[in-house]
């Protein structure tokens, strides 16, 4: 039944008319409803057998564990530990039933605690719940309880060609996956994936499309995939991501990287309505070397050279509208002045491969790159995060750059990560960094960002 579901629902979106048997003579139908689940318990799964779910946001009140979002059809919840502490959350999901009598669910409670599952219409109270599930885990069985919503008592929210699904796709967190999506194409580059992206799509919503953040991969400019960010997990599922590759050094020197970037950023302007977010609400992140670029791209709207000639949308800008840079070099030409004595031949044997020559050797390209020497106070607003026991890049590139921003009147913050080095693996960005960065952006944007 779930293939026929799936086939049906893919045939309305592209127009296919299927036969009455595979449908069952039932056109799809979407509604919307807000869940209010709590739970202390250490897992919880709420399955739509037969039909589709989507989740457009969640507010959670309290938690400790993980919450997650498996498109199309579940949400989960879990813990590692037996306590009793409480999760409480608040979900409006969009919902299509192939049954058309009823929408049926599932919900699996975990053991050690009590779970309550609260179901209403969308934008309603308390007063007008269609139904509540309470479920009591005992030590030894998980409990699981099918149950059934009747049609009739929800409305109608919108038509399934709105919803824009790719059932076919693969999926992540709740995103909607496209991998590989080649940016732009150059003769003679053989690495054509280094020209490519990923995009991480939430559940459309045509009347208020999400922003969309761009990642930059590190590694020395040298070496790192897109495949690596850390977007989808710091958001949730409404900011729309797009994982970047560029080329890497020294096979391709500087500008070339903030070229790929500025034309990823064209490329993804331009397919914005496609896609489903916002062409003006561009944020970036990057880490380390992918924060020099990040930066570059966001303080280098201005500068010709930066912008380069990659791509078919030289028409569309590459500005953002807010940047969030982890411990990125910000001057090349103090850069090495940031970092203990024995890491100087190291950084500058990288810096040359980027450059393709020493800093005197090539001054211009150095002072080109460095994001600081392009500031002025047109720029967007800025979100910097170091640790400041970073041995790879100096606290103080940051808070140089700080400085300068400031300077500049360029809404800025610096975050210091005391006693935390260069490696954002051991950074805690759960509990510390991925709030501070959801905050900034919702300031940035001006509308409420996930608070998985």
Known sequence: MRLLAGLALAATL???????SATDAHIPVTYKLTLVLSTTSNHVELHVLDGVLLVDAWRVDEKTGQMSFQAW????????????SRMSASIDVRVISYDPEALRLQLDAGTYGKTSLEIRPHGTTEDTSIRTIVQRGNDSTAEAEIFDIPLSALSEAAAPDEMSIDVTSRT?????IYRSVPYASIPGVE???????????????????PPLIIWIHGGGWWKGDKGEQRAVDIFGSRYAVASINYRLAPDATFPAQIHDCKAAARWLRAHALEYGYHPDRFGVLGESAGAHLALLLALGSNEEALEGTVGEHLDRSSAVQAACVFAGPSDLFTYRDSVPESMVPGLDAVVSDLLGGSLSDVPELADLGSPLRHVDGDDPP?????GDE???VGLSQSNDLLDVLLEAGVPAELHILEGHGHCMAKWPMDTVVAP???????????SPADNP
């Open 172 to 176: 992540y967190c709740g995103y909607e």
């Open 14 to 20: 592209i127009g296919i008319a299927l036969p009455t």
């Open 191 to 209: 690495k054509v994936e280094q020209m490519s992206l990923d995009l991480y799509l939430p559940p459309r919503n045509a009347e208020r499309p």
């Open 436 to 446: 501070i960065i959801r905050s900034f952006f919702e300031q940035v944007f001006a």
């Open 390 to 392: 970073d041995k790879m």
């Open 382 to 386: 800025c979100l910097i995060v170091h």
């Open 73 to 84: 059809d579940a949400i989960r919840f879990s813990k590692s530990s037996k306590s009793l």
